[in-house]
């Protein structure tokens, strides 16, 4: 008997603890209750300030209560219903149904009293009895106070419980999308490693290829050159110019395709001292001059009077302005004329300036590429190919000039074909040029 009592104590302490919140909210609103029965008996002889007074007090009781009573309410009637973490829109729809729903049970159950409570301070007024007619209104009042009070107490309680669960969604959202933009970063980083991976294979490939023609092509030159010097008859002589010839196109483009191939890996040393752009244009038109005079081509020179010099490795850039200077003769209309421009875009200081050189020349053929095709390795413009050319020269250009630091830009309008180079200045000494 004994230990049954204890065990019914036990669990009754265990119970009261558990819903201790939800005895203290009863306790209140019953307090607020009577308070405000107590008032309306007394109210006929009680001065209106007493009765706002101890209205207020009922008000309080009144509002722990229900607030209580209205949270426990919201958790056993929408506290069944938790976000899933998915973040979705079917999860907004679901809490925005619900908010509509809580707000139109709010609605109705505290109109109802509301129109109550107007009735009943409609019948104070026109009550006809002498007993009623000097009564103190201040009741009605505090009866409509009351209901627009708790009313208004319900609904912050009613946001608090909705703002709390849109924090979950929006919490579940946040953790999606941070998900998958780990995951779009991921596999970002996974294509950017596959494409890399398979750039420094097509590299190697084209590394190693060349490098391997480069032995057997140069013996086929060596016994062309003993050919050469044996007495064939007019006939062989001509097939062994011709094959001379194509040999020699042949290795130039290996060569070309192996320093592209090291300029691509990185592997391409450079060094750098102090280069006069105007100076090394004008060595180039000199050692270039047979090919110009044969392609029937002017060439224009609108070189600046500033200082260009720079800092650059001569070597590649001598290759650099050659390339695009062969890419006219071989691509540009005969009979027209070719401009070479150079200026000096000036900065906040001389080692921050940046030397341009513009080349502009009229197409021979139809241009319906773009910079990014043209660039390309193969890419030419003459889908003909009726040029001799190996599509390899503007690529080299952009590759270098990208490695030296500068920047690389082609700009089309209709005919006209126009590269822009710039590079940096740097800190020059002109007692090493």
Known sequence: MVTKWKNTVRHGLTWVKEYRHLLLSGICMT???????????????????????????????????????????????????????????????????????????????????????????????????????????????????????????????????????????AAGMMEVSRQRLAEAVQLERESIEKAARSERLKVDLISNVSHDLKTPLTSMVGYIELLKKEDLDPVSRDYVEVISDKAEKLKDMIESLFSLAKASSGNVQFTMETVELNMLLEQILADMEDSIRSSKLEFVNWMTAEDTHMVSDQVHLYRICQNLIENVL?????????????????????????????????????????????????????????????GLGLAIVSTYTGALGGSFDIQIDCDQFRVQLSFPRGKTDRSET
């Open 31 to 169: 307090l607020g209750m009577l308070l405000l029965a107590a008032l309306f008996r007394e109210a006929y002889w009680t001065s209106t300030r007493t009765v706002w007074f101890f209205g207020l007090i009922a008000n309080a009781f009144l509002g722990r209560g229900l607030g209580g009573l209205f949270a426990f309410w919201l958790n056993r009637t929408y506290g069944q219903w938790h976000p899933d973490g998915s973040g979705g829109m079917e999860e907004y729809a679901q809490w925005k149904g619900m908010q509509q729903h809580l707000q139109k049970e709010l609605a109705l159950i505290f109109g109802i009293v509301f129109f109550i409570a107007v009735l009943f301070f409609l019948y104070l007024l026109t009550s006809n009895t002498a007993y009623y007619r000097f009564l103190n209104l201040s009741i009605g009042y505090l009866f409509l106070f009351t209901v627009i009070l708790q009313y208004g107490l319900c609904q912050v309680s009613a946001f608090r419980f909705l703002q709390r669960l849109l924090d979950q969604i």
């Open 330 to 390: 071989k691509y540009a209309a005969g009979g027209t004329r070719a401009f070479i421009k150079t200026w000096v875009e000036a900065a906040d200081t001389a080692a921050e300036d940046r030397i341009w050189l513009e080349i502009t020349n009229t197409s021979g053929y139809r241009m319906d590429f773009t910079k990014e095709d043209i660039v390309e390795r193969f890419a030419r413009g003459d889908k003909a190919r009726s040029t001799e050319g190996n």
